[in-house]
């Protein structure tokens, strides 16, 4: 079964600090990766996607991720943090195998960016 | 539409009530999900229906929870005898293909006293 573990329930940083959300999967196969963001108050939205192709991903906001398969990983990361950036953030992986219809999402990591 | 509609927004209810929650998702989307989102906890799978497949309903906590989605649209869940612990919130997403996605909606609150 897929599992999906996001290393830090919370994150803090400097403004202009380097972002680094760390996300690793379990599976079988290498799934379909996904980061959602989700401000306050607000229902989640797409950030980013791996589904082929090439490894590093670009999403809005300045925000990439990298497919890792050696280290099933595909962590998320962004230069330079902006206040804005302060949000939670779910890596999500859904089963190739199965369509990739159904999505299994991390406990999410909650981003603080300081002044 | 042009995004995936949830109601109510907010919604509280007494324990033992029957409860229905709305989602009305983009149009052409062929993949309906439901979510649960607990205070500090991350997202947990409730349904998904995937265009006329019989609904995969492995994450239902148990069996006062229902959901149906009437002609490949709106999707109703539906929580019977509610208790304190089915408060949170609920998120319904759709998808046109799982290369792209979800489309979350704002979600229903919905607070059990």
């Known amino acids: 079964a897929q599992s999906v573990t996001q290393l830090g329930s919370h994150v803090s940083v400097s403004e202009g600090a380097l972002v680094l959300l760390r996300c690793n999967y379990s599976?079988?196969?290498?799934?379909?990766l996904f980061w959602y963001v989700q401000y306050p108050n607000q229902g989640l939205q797409l950030l980013l996607k791996?589904?082929?192709?090439?490894?590093l991903v670009k999403g809005i906001n300045g925000f990439e991720a990298e497919f890792k398969k050696s280290e099933t990983s595909f962590h998320l990361t962004k230069p330079s943090a902006h206040m804005s950036d302060a949000a939670e953030y779910f890596c999500?992986?859904?089963?190739?195998?199965?369509?990739?219809?159904?999505?299994?999402f991390g406990a999410g990591t909650r981003l603080f960016v300081k002044a | 539409g042009a995004g995936v509609s949830q109601s109510p927004s907010n919604k509280v209810t007494e324990k033992g009530k029957d409860v229905e929650l709305r989602c009305d998702p983009i149009s052409g989307h062929t993949a309906l999900y439901w979510y649960r989102q607990s205070l500090g906890q991350g997202l947990e799978f409730l349904i998904y229906f995937q265009g006329n497949s019989a609904p995969d309903k492995s994450g239902l906590p148990s069996d006062r929870f229902s959901a149906e989605r009437t002609g490949g649209s709106v999707s109703t869940l539906t929580i019977q005898r509610t208790q304190q612990e089915d408060s949170a919130v609920y998120l319904c997403?759709?998808?046109?293909?799982?290369?792209?996605?979800?489309?979350f909606g704002s979600g229903t609150r919905l607070t059990v006293v």
């Open positions: 999500a992986v859904s089963d190739r195998d199965t369509g990739g219809f159904k999505t299994i």
């Open positions: 997403a759709s998808s046109l293909d799982s290369h792209y996605g979800y489309t």
């Open positions: 791996y589904t082929t192709g090439a490894t």
């Open positions: 599976s079988s196969v290498p799934p379909y």
